[in-house]
């Protein structure tokens, strides 16, 4: 496709359950960064991937995130045993390469209740 | 640690004014400076971007001036429309970094 795509665009699941939010980055892009946004603030960056390989998981705030793209191109984020902390808007974004500018998705807004 | 200050958190501007929006950065490391305008509901899309070697770069109505000795940069949009109206991230990053540090953000609403 043209841009990033996310999906579902909107999640709804109950303290304790598991998600996972799925991004289809540009097609030729080989950075895909996945990011957190609280309600009213900026972007805080959780972990990316060159091609296949996680090469920072830096930012991911638990062991409860994990995050994968096993064929270098579509990335799942799955987050286990969600908390209400866990709610938020989740980016993906991809670039040409590291170097590039970044271009984001939609996002998946998750809500945990 | 913020290491990206945005101000103002928001601004209401008449449409044909020019809003500014200024940020402030602590780490002379960074050497990417990009602004980026989210709509509700929508994704982050970058609009224009600088590197410190340069003090101003325009792109169509976006400007940004950017003074390095007192690490400030700042967003001016000329003859400003309510279509501009939405929120605006500054960010930066260090060389051979992928890692953007976002501020937090200024809400703007053109006015018509």
């Known amino acids: 496709g043209a841009g990033v795509s996310q999906s579902p665009r909107y999640k709804v699941a109950k303290r304790g359950q598991d998600v996972a939010l799925r991004c289809d980055p540009i097609?030729?892009?080989?950075?895909l960064f996945w990011y957190q946004q609280a309600l009213g603030q900026g972007p805080e960056f959780l972990t990316y991937?060159?091609?296949?390989?996680?090469?920072?998981k830096s930012g991911l705030p638990s062991d409860r995130f994990f995050a994968e793209r096993p064929e270098g191109s579509v990335s799942t984020l799955k987050i286990q045993r969600t908390q209400q902390e866990d709610s938020a808007v989740y980016l993906c974004?991809?670039?040409?390469?590291?170097?590039?500018?970044?271009?984001f998705g939609d996002g998946t807004r998750l809500s945990i209740l | 640690q913020q290491q990206v200050k945005q101000s103002p958190q928001s601004l209401i501007v008449q449409k044909g004014g020019i809003p500014i929006i200024n940020c402030a950065y602590e780490?002379?490391?960074?050497?990417?400076f990009p602004w980026y305008q989210q709509f509700p509901g929508k994704g982050p899309a970058l609009l224009i971007a600088?590197?410190?070697?340069?003090s101003e770069k325009k792109e169509g109505r976006f400007t940004i001036s950017f003074n390095k000795s007192a690490k400030q940069f700042s967003l001016h949009i000329m003859d400003s429309q309510p279509g501009d109206s939405a929120t605006y991230f500054c960010?930066?990053?260090?060389?051979?970094?992928?890692?953007?540090?976002f501020g937090t953000g200024t809400r703007l609403k053109v006015l018509a």
């Open positions: 097609s030729g892009h080989v950075s």
């Open positions: 991937f060159q091609n296949e390989a996680q090469l920072d």
């Open positions: 960010a930066a990053s260090k060389p051979g970094t992928y890692k953007y540090i």
């Open positions: 600088i590197r410190p070697d340069v």
């Open positions: 780490n002379t490391a960074f050497d990417y």
């Open positions: 974004a991809s670039s040409r390469d590291r170097n590039q500018p970044q271009h």
